[in-house]
């Protein structure tokens, strides 16, 4: 078995949800045995991102004022959305926007490695679905930074990894509802 | 192959879902979102594994130009066909909707339009029954 095969995310753990009326920020923690430099490289460079993010991005988005097209992977029809970096300290602090999502990353030396912090706003209705996601990705981000990449586990590839019971242990620690998963018939509401 | 699934761009997808259930009275069909990307379709209650309609989240700046053109023209992004259009354009109304042209009859038809609020204007549609 290859190494892809044999990863199964382990349980629920480091995401938080910060209620501000309507706006629901998705607060995701992973301390990563990895310097801040090597993070940054990962969370900036269009050819690390292919091997681990839910999106792809024209560019690098090191740089404040950068305008970068990125591609969600797996969408069920093509969606490409426009960014600016709005904030770039290397290798600290990124802020950019995902389609109608603030994307901050927060990187920070932790005992010879990272603690990795992604702030970023999903409507409430998807957020343990958005943290299942991220989780599984990061998970896949540290393969790649210790050199046994696996290769990007999003959209439909997800489903083979776990991403369903991780969806519903997180709606659980946030108390929501997550939509269920296939999706039901239609319904009057 | 088969026609299964046919799209209107909209301009909130939250605010479109509410028109198209509560006022127009379709049903919800399928809802996932993947990062920003949301996949939201609606189906007639009538016919729940019928055609979907998505209403897809209009941020293409083309896309934008031209609805807003067909809009200006009074063209319909969409039709449906109902049994009753008066009596829909009656409870729909009542709902609050805003209808543009009022039950028309027109060549083999009677048509209504009216505003989705979200971008577009939506025709329904009844045949004419021609007897032999």
């Known amino acids: 078995m290859t190494v892809r095969e044999q990863y199964t995310p382990g349980p629920a753990s480091g995401a938080q949800v910060r209620k501000d009326g309507e706006k629901w920020t998705l607060i995701l923690v992973r301390e990563l045995r990895h310097s801040p430099e090597k993070v940054w490289q990962a969370i900036i460079d269009p050819a690390h991102l292919r091997e681990w993010a839910p999106f792809e991005a024209d560019r690098s988005l090191g740089t404040i004022g950068t305008t970068a097209k990125l591609t969600t992977v797996g969408a069920p029809t093509p969606h490409v959305t426009e960014t600016t970096v709005t904030r770039a300290e290397a290798p600290k602090l990124l802020e950019y926007k995902w389609g109608g999502f603030d994307m901050r990353w927060e990187l920070e030396a932790f005992g010879g490695g990272t603690r990795l912090t992604l702030w970023t706003n999903i409507g409430h209705r998807f957020i343990a679905m958005g943290a299942a996601g991220w989780h599984i990705c990061f998970d896949v981000l540290d393969h790649l930074l210790s050199g046994t990449p696996i290769g990007r586990i999003v959209g439909p590839e997800a489903m083979k990894f776990g991403w369903q019971r991780l969806n519903a242990e997180y709606a659980k620690q946030f108390g929501v509802e997550s939509p269920s998963w296939p999706p039901q018939a239609a319904r009057k509401e | ?132």
């Open chain 2, 1 to 132: 192959m088969k026609i299964k699934v046919t799209s209107v761009y909209v301009d909130e997808q939250t605010k479109a879902l509410r028109f198209y259930t509560e006022v127009l009275g379709l049903a919800k069909k399928t809802d996932f979102s993947q990062g920003p990307y949301r996949w939201l379709t609606v189906a007639s209650p009538e016919e729940p594994d019928g055609i979907e309609l998505q209403l897809a989240l209009n941020n293409n700046p083309a896309a934008k130009a031209y609805q807003q053109a067909m809009f200006e023209q009074g063209q319909p992004a969409i039709m449906f066909y109902t049994d009753d259009v008066k009596g829909d354009y009656e409870r729909i109304k009542a709902r609050g909707a805003e209808f543009t042209m009022p039950p028309t009859d027109v060549t083999g038809s009677t048509i209504t339009m009216l505003n989705d609020t979200c971008g577009n204007l939506i025709q329904l549609t009844q045949l004419v029954r021609y007897s032999r």
